[in-house]
């Protein structure tokens, strides 16, 4: 039985480090780099019932990642999608409501593809919306993902850094992911292959914080803000660093509480995207 | 700071079909084929002030697989393992075990491997002991696993069915996995390879059962007992398949208890194998 609904919880992804990979085939292209995903992230309602339409916390508006996947997937459900974190500020919102569609439509249209297909469609939706590179297939893995190579299934490999824990973040404003993958990126890729040697020859949350610092600073991609809060963390102990593409810090544990901020808080993500119950729970 | 006590949690998991592929290289042998991992699985305590010890729900005892990936790693802890499903009863224990301590022992001892260096190392220790071929990639990754190419990372590759939701079993008694896999394997490998097919072609938990069957009939690995079972939850109006290799029948949903049966019950997992809190959680 096909339900009418589905329910997609995507987590969050902060990418920490990265190289960019471009390729004319969006499946393809994508990034080399590592980051967190987490429990603060996106939740997809797709329903096939209800007239085209994308609402996001509760605003009518378009995303060009899920015009893509509606497109590819070739279907016109009311999509309603309610986000634990702020859209533009380096979260991977745009990643994880393409590939909450994707999963969602797959359910409800009863499209009959796999979960790498439903991720290669994502990631091209992505990459084609110029709003992130890696996102997709860090959201569908969960845990902290080592992009090792870069494209979807079956192009791109995944590997991990196996830990986990909680995770403050603060949030300064929006970043342009487009301005800056679509830019001059040599050294931004010079920076990211090397902190992704360092993270690959240590592969601790402790290497990849600081790591992601020495990236940040030789991509010259930190601003004002993030540079003065990753200085107080580090100063009052703790691991912090940049999410990349936003104005936003992120810091193990209670970094950012301990040197006097008031952050958000939640989880490294245990698990990728899940379809939840009551959404075509055994299709 | 490295802890000295590293909790992991590990899914069971079920093969519905498979194929077998035999290497001489232990991370290139393993199989093809599809299952579910359940919430219902392992919880791995790894301890290096402890003296080297195995405990299997309170009982002491030896596992092969265990010994090979702590002699990989060359450490020797107390391991203690507590299990919410019976041993040899086809829920993939033995690499729930040897994943968990692959895991934990990299937190401790803080060895410095990857997720994929320690799946490597856990499968590879699974396939020496002959006690599985397919079970660490798909607890590694959680969900309902689809092994389209054998082996370890970097040589095999998993996909997943988009689906989740409640699972019921009922165990009848064990099987030998060694005394099957290390037999006459080329009914298995043909039921195997074609039940894949149907179930590429149609990803959905409904597929899965309904081939997963036709593997178990036409490769002669049906137990009477399991067998009787699938014909009534069948006729119930459900879905079930016997647990590869156990005498074990797991069934969607309802199925079994519809049918009459008492079963135990639990969910398809969503995450894979994962450090809990407190233990190298930041490590």
Redesign the interface.
């Known amino acids: 039985m096909v339900p009418e609904v589905a329910r997609v919880s995507v987590p969050g992804h902060v990418t920490g480090c990265f190289s960019v990979h471009r390729d004319p085939d969006p499946q393809i292209a994508g990034s080399r780099g590592a980051g967190i995903t987490l429990t603060d992230g996106a939740t997809v309602v797709v329903d096939r019932t209800g007239s085209r339409d994308l609402e996001l916390d509760g605003t009518k508006t378009t995303m060009a990642s899920v015009e893509h996947v509606l497109a590819t997937l070739d279907v016109e459900p009311a999509v309603q999608v309610e986000t634990a974190v702020p859209v533009g500020a380096g979260f991977g919102i745009s990643g994880a409501v393409a590939l909450g569609v994707a ?1 969602g439509a ?2 409800v249209y009863a499209c ?5 297909d ?1 991720v290669a469609i994502a990631h091209a939706a992505e990459v084609e919306a110029s709003t992130g590179l890696g996102d997709v297939v860090a959201q569908a893995r ?2 902290a993902p ?1 992009r090792r190579e870069p494209g979807a ?2 192009h791109g ?1 995944l ?7 909680r995770i403050e973040y603060v949030t300064f404003g929006e970043l342009s992911t487009a301005a800056v993958i679509g830019g001059d990126t040599g050294a931004i890729n010079d920076a990211g292959a090397a902190a992704l040697r360092t993270i ?7 290497a990849f914080m600081s790591a992601s610092r020495t990236f940040a600073r030789e991509a010259a991609l930190l601003t004002p803000s993030v540079e003065r809060a990753i200085e107080h963390v580090v100063d009052a102990g703790g ?1 912090a660093t940049m999410a990349m593409l936003g104005d936003t810090v992120v810091a ?2 209670t970094g950012l509480s301990d040197a006097g901020y008031e952050p958000a808080a939640c989880s490294i993500a ?3 995207v ?2 939840e ?1 009551g959404s ?4």
Not at 280 to 283: A, L, P
């Open positions: 999963l797959n359910a009959g593809h796999t979960e790498n439903l969960g845990g080592i299934p079956p490999t590997d991990g850094i196996p830990a986990g824990g690959l020859d240590d592969p601790t949350l402790s691991e193990l544990g245990h698990a990728g899940q379809i119950a075509g729970y055994f299709s």
